[in-house]
């Protein structure tokens, strides 16, 4: 009879830990395999996304600038009291300079305008593989950018990297769904492509330079012109330079619509007054705010319903939101902030305030 001795605890407390030892080698062995697997259904994502560009050579890419190279602009139709025109100029090099204008007219009568100006270069990368050669992605570098918002210039941060999506092929030029036409250069034409004194503040900035937080400024002052478009005495405006919203057309926009309604009066004003005020002025950036703010799936569209009251000073109160397509509290209380700031015209007789109910889509 074979006699079996009963195992020591310490023996039984080694194998336990051996195999302990020899799980957690199995586990973390299952766990890189796991995690390489991963990676390589993840490199073989982008492999596919990329195979979907295709690069243009050297010499396409040198015959693209010089086949796009030119003077190019569009014009929008007036959308309520806001027009937008851009111009850009493209050197054979890829160099480019470009001038794009909001001209909005106040209610007042005068006008205003927002001017982006800007300089650098492109280089065409590569294009859609299904699509034509003119379908043309660019690698854009921003050299300097500066904004003249009415009467203040502030410059914008250099060397900054961005892509341009163009349908181009000489005879058309298509940029951010825009078409543009070719500018006829011929006789003293091309000497009116660009408001007088624009690029001199990019190109020549005069006065002494200020650092402003991250940005360099300078106080600029270029010759006055006639005309809405003219380039005006302009000086930095450190308020302006600050201001988070720096380089903002929508925020520039709303404060100047705001400040110059404010000096309308009149004897009286009624609802729908207030409504075609609000087409004219105020509508177009409540929708683009409310786009911007909602994380609703591409390709949705939502609305919102709201009302406030007009005082007779022409202020805003009692503003609520009364349907909203997504529950957002973040997207309510803009649409909210957004109102608080609208400002109607005074009025001297009639009714105390007005309600509004208005809706909005986004």
Known sequence: MKTITPKKPSDLFIKAGVFGIFFIIVLIFFFIASKNVKSVETGAKILNGVTRYKGFSDKEKEDLKLR??????????????????????????GIFWRVATNTIGLPSGNSTSFMHISTGYLNPFCKLAANTRDSIICDVHTIKQAFVMGKDTCFG??????????????KRFELGGRSYTAYDTAGPALARF?????????DRPIGKAYAVGNKMVYVVKTAPRPQTQAVQKSTVNFDACQDPAFGSFESFAQKTIASDMSTIKVDSLTAGAVQKTIDAYYRIFIESAMKNASDSSAGKSGNAKVVFDVT???KVSNAAVVKLSKKDKKLEQTILSDIAAWTFPQWKSGEASLHIEREFWF
């Open 68 to 93: 796009n190279a030119g003077f190019w602009y569009y014009q929008s139709d007036t959308i309520a009291a806001i027009s937008f025109s851009d111009r850009i100029e493209l050197k054979t090099n």
């Open 157 to 170: 941060p250099g060397n900054s990297d961005t892509t341009w999506n163009l349908e181009a092929n000489g």
């Open 194 to 202: 660009f408001p007088e004194g624009a690029l001199d503040i990019i």
């Open 312 to 314: 007779r000073d022409g």
